[in-house]
């Protein structure tokens, strides 16, 4: 209609441009035929904006249905999703008659503790959302999770076969699709290439010795030996031993509770050899800041995470460093399956009525069709959602993105969803509380072996030298060599040490 009016637009203006030419030169008789003209034409014109308006109005509903969310995608202010939500609002919202209203933009576990209070209702409570961000945590700890609408009844069997199924079977609880995958992130390697080309350039080393955990921890004690120095921190010690006995078929957590089993001492060893001599950072915080302040190289982090990470290293004297960030897969398991974790909440949406519930699957299936999703996701450092999404739309948005990480990042998934499977953490009430024990003791109990490990290496060393006439410090070789057989039998026993505390606490 725009395109049908702007040309008649144009083609009244030229016939009014010529009507001024041809009645310049006659007679003022002739004036009164042009003036004719000109009312024909503006009677016309007029007539086309009558009609604009009118078919725009028809486009419109009368009726508007608000829908409410809480979600995590970004700050209040600067936030991805909201930007999709005005999208929406101003586009298929205006022709339907639907407006999504963002209500609360906070991290999952302040929705949780909110879902959870608001559930139970009483004096201060907020009224839960149409459509609130969840992990199954949070649909398990409800007191009523029937409250909440099956997706099953809302999209056909085409339309799921369409996602990803391992992205879907998370959100499957007690048979129900209760929580519709939106927008999924994983666990990746994060390296801080500044560093890592000037120590492999010495040490014979290269990006592709950190595809296995083996190769990543074989490193990271190399880096070590020579610096002094940490080179890996990692957010998720769980997920390190959940992912390896998975990839040999076996199971860390079940309804007993961790097994910690010779598959469990088979993960341990390469670990604990890392963490007690120093290779491993076990400070507090994120891996990020680890890398920011030159304390790590390397880092097992959320995908997500990509967004907090600094382009600049601080040290601790105050001198700083260029971080050129790159990411690759998660390391693998020599001999185990390629997995990956399945990472990133979803959305539940709430019963109410029809035309509620209508009106936010409009939203929901917008947001999940594969060039929106797309879209969104490449704002905030997600996976899209649906295979064709994957295949079709994210290698050409990948060509426009401007920043080098977030190519390097969207690479890495690509490259993850061809050759991984995306793991599912198992639904038990208390997995959360077995993960919060399981990290904060594996941290405290290695850092604590890796303090007696540098105070007795440090006696090994001043044994294995002596001093001269002039008081100056030399090796004695076949001391070194005596030592070095006590430094392994030391670490063995102190990674030993630890898994035992760790068994005798569990």
């Known amino acids: 209609m725009k395109i049908f009016f702007a040309k008649k637009i144009e083609k009244y203006n030229k016939q009014e441009s010529n009507a001024e030419c041809s009645c310049s030169s006659k007679k003022s008789g002739f004036f009164r035929g042009c003036n004719l003209r ?72 302040t929705i949780h503790e909110a879902v959870l209070k608001s559930e139970q209702g009483g004096p201060g409570t907020e009224k839960l959302p149409d459509i609130f961000v969840s992990y199954p945590k949070t649909v398990l700890a409800m007191s009523d999770n029937e409250k909440l609408v099956d997706f099953q009844d809302y999209f056909s069997e085409e339309e799921l076969s369409s996602f990803r199924q391992d992205f879907i079977e998370e959100g499957m609880i007690d048979g129900r699709l209760l929580i519709l995958p939106v927008a999924k992130s994983t666990e990746v390697l994060f390296v801080n290439k500044t560093i890592f080309d000037r ?11 950190l595809s296995t955990w083996e190769g990543l921890l074989e490193v990271a004690r190399k880096y070590t030996s020579a610096t002094g120095k940490s080179f890996l921190a990692d957010d998720y010690f769980f997920n390190y031993f959940q992912l390896g006995q998975a990839s040999y078929g076996g199971k860390f957590i079940s309804e007993n509770g961790l097994n910690m089993d010779s598959q469990f001492d088979k993960l341990w060893k390469p670990m604990g050899d890392a963490a007690v001599e120093g290779a491993i950072w076990l400070g507090s915080g994120y891996a990020s800041e680890a890398l920011r302040t030159g304390d790590a190289v390397a880092s097992i982090a959320s995908s997500a995470g990509i967004l907090y990470y600094s382009d600049m290293v601080t040290y601790e004297d105050n001198t700083t460093d260029e971080l050129e960030l790159v990411t690759l897969p998660i390391p693998t398991y020599s001999g185990g399956e390629k997995l990956a974790m399945n990472r990133g909440a979803g959305m539940c949406l709430l019963k109410s009525d029809e035309q509620r519930e209508n009106a936010a ?18 704002q905030a450092g997600y996976m899209p959602v649906t295979n064709e999404a994957f295949e079709n739309y994210l290698p050409d948005a990948i060509g426009t993105l401007e920043s080098p990480r977030y190519k390097s990042l ?21 997995y959360l509380d077995k993960e919060t024990w399981f990290e904060k003791n594996v941290r405290q109990i290695l850092a604590e072996k890796a303090a007696d490990y540098k105070e007795r290496m440090g006696e090994l060393v001043d044994s294995a030298t002596s001093t001269d006439a002039s008081g100056s410090r030399k ?20 990674v030993n040490d630890a898994l035992e505390s760790l068994k005798e606490i569990n």
């Open 38 to 109: 000109r009312t024909m034409a503006l009677v016309i014109v007029l007539s086309f904006i009558i009609m604009l308006v009118s078919g725009c109005g028809d486009a419109k509903s009368t009726n508007t249905t608000t829908i409410t969310i809480w979600h995590v995608y970004g700050e209040q202010s600067d936030s991805p999703l909201n930007d999709m939500i005005e999208e929406f609002n101003n586009t298929v919202g205006i022709q339907k008659g639907i407006t999504v209203k963002s209500m609360k933009v906070s991290d999952t576990n």
């Open 199 to 209: 120590f492999a350039n010495d040490n014979g080393v290269s990006l592709d010795d």
């Open 361 to 378: 699957m409009t939203f929901l299936k917008w947001l999940t069709s594969p060039q929106n999703n797309v879209n969104f996701v490449t």
């Open 410 to 430: 969207y690479n890495t998934f690509m490259e993850m969803q061809k050759e991984y499977s995306f793991y599912t953490p198992p639904q038990y009430d208390f």
């Open 475 to 494: 090796q004695n070789n076949s001391i070194e060599k005596q030592s070095d057989v006590e430094k392994e039998k030391l670490r063995d026993s102190l």
